[in-house]
């Protein structure tokens, strides 16, 4: 791939809560396999956007009070103060995903501080259908996602369904019949949302098959048209690629799409690189940033239809040398932000992205463990509101299990964003 990037999107992060670590080279982090992907976009894509960028930087900081950020590479990272936000930030949305191998963490989310909670996921199959065996199935009908939905809807939450496939050659198919596709895959999920009470599905299509673009939009709009005749005010969020709204070849018509869903949940995440130890989402910095992605998707679509996606999760590198920049000896492994402030180690700050890492060695060999932490996600929570966004969404929850901090980040200082229930 281009410059070394890594594409595992958000399935890939499913391998590894399944089974607590992945190694990023077979670019799988969530248990499913990774979909296939495109080298990114070059730096001079996002030249255009350079001023946007630093503009939205400038704003975000200016709403963070008391927080002091290093300048020096390698100095202490510093902790979010109890009142980082002032008065608070707007309120928005707050997403949170939780999958179906950690259910059982769900009595101890707090669905105050979250918008909307999307159950992590049901597979679809080719043509439209819908997968009724495996773990994402039997966890629903097993009764314990019942309990989530009851405990979201008491906290004024919205409850989503996740439906995901990361299979080329099902989305292909899709894309072949997108009229006949859509229709049987509204009808497949909508007595499962009447029967468990959700208030609408989030699409989980990860690919870059540039040859089913089309398709899958159309897709997309006929799964749309068709759910809402059944229910019509049942929330769709479709999941994209954060070069999406700059790849003009690539799976996601970011502008087409954005007429059929109400919002885009950009996975802005593994946007880094396995040659080199460094951040999965870094803030600023050339290339994909969290800055250069919201202003290509801005550009493109309104801002009111943009979640930014933020990992609670990170990488850890096999490093060539105590401090970046070095060389990536081996791995990377993915690591849940709960196992790595476990670890007690003191975090370092890079300036130049604007994110933690923890630099240690382990028999002999230094590690470079690099992630977000309480003060990037409000660093991200307020670049999003900067940029007048929709709100922020997190892969995902048990990743920072037992963290509170974490999760109390994305709200700004201000309660979030409560829509009305799907009825």
């Not at 890594?6 to 990023?24: D, F, I, N, V, Y």
Request: with cysteine.
């Amino acid at each position: 791939m281009r410059q070394g990037r890594r594409r595992c999107r958000l399935p890939a992060l499913l391998a590894l809560l399944g089974a607590c670590s992945l190694l990023a080279g077979a670019c799988g982090i969530l248990g499913r396999p990774a979909a296939s992907s495109s080298p990114p976009p070059p730096t001079s894509v996002y030249n255009k956007f350079v001023g946007i960028e630093q503009q939205a930087y400038k704003t975000a900081l200016s709403d963070l009070k008391g927080l002091a950020l290093p300048k020096r590479a390698g100095a202490p990272a510093p902790s979010l103060p109890p009142d980082a936000f002032g008065k608070g930030l707007r309120s928005h949305l707050v997403l949170g995903f939780l999958p179906s191998w950690e259910i059982y963490r769900a009595s101890s989310i707090d669905y105050r501080a979250l918008s909307e909670v999307s159950y992590f996921a049901l597979q679809v199959e080719p043509g439209g259908k819908i997968l009724r065996s495996g773990q994402g199935w039997n966890v629903l009908r097993r009764g314990g996602v019942g309990q989530v939905v009851a405990d979201a809807h008491l906290a004024g939450d919205r409850a989503l369904l996740t439906l995901y496939t990361g299979t080329a050659s099902t989305i292909s198919q899709m894309a072949k019949a997108p009229l006949a596709a859509g229709t049987e895959l509204a009808a497949e999920v909508a007595p499962l949302l009447a029967t468990y009470h959700f208030d609408g599905v989030d699409l989980d299509f990860e690919s870059q098959q540039g040859s089913a673009r089309a398709g899958f939009t159309a897709f997309v709009a006929a799964f749309a048209k068709a759910l809402h005749l059944r229910g019509p005010h049942y929330q769709i969020v479709l999941n994209t690629f954060p070069q999406a709204a700059v790849d003009p070849d690539g799976l996601y018509d970011v502008k087409a799409l954005a007429r059929y869903v109400n919002d885009l949940f950009v996975m802005a995440y593994d946007m880094g690189s396995t040659s080199s130890p460094g951040p999965t989402a870094p803030l600023v910095g050339l290339n994909l940033t969290d800055a250069s992605v919201l202003a290509s998707y801005e550009a493109v679509v309104p801002a009111r239809k943009i979640i930014l996606g933020i990992p609670f999760y990170g990488y850890d590198f096999t490093a060539s040398g105590k401090s970046p920049p070095a060389v990536t000896l081996g791995g990377p492994v993915a690591v849940t932000y709960a196992s790595i402030a476990a670890t007690g180690r003191s975090a370092l700050w890079d300036p130049s992205s604007q994110t933690p890492y923890i630099s240690f060695k382990r028999s002999g060999q230094w590690h470079q463990t690099w992630f977000d932490d309480p003060v990037s996600v409000a660093l991200k929570v307020a670049l999003a509101a900067a940029f007048h966004t929709a709100g922020v969404g997190v892969w995902e929850l048990g990743m920072a299990a037992g963290r509170p901090a974490m999760v109390r980040a994305l709200d700004g200082g201000s309660p979030p964003l409560r829509l009305p229930a799907a009825g």
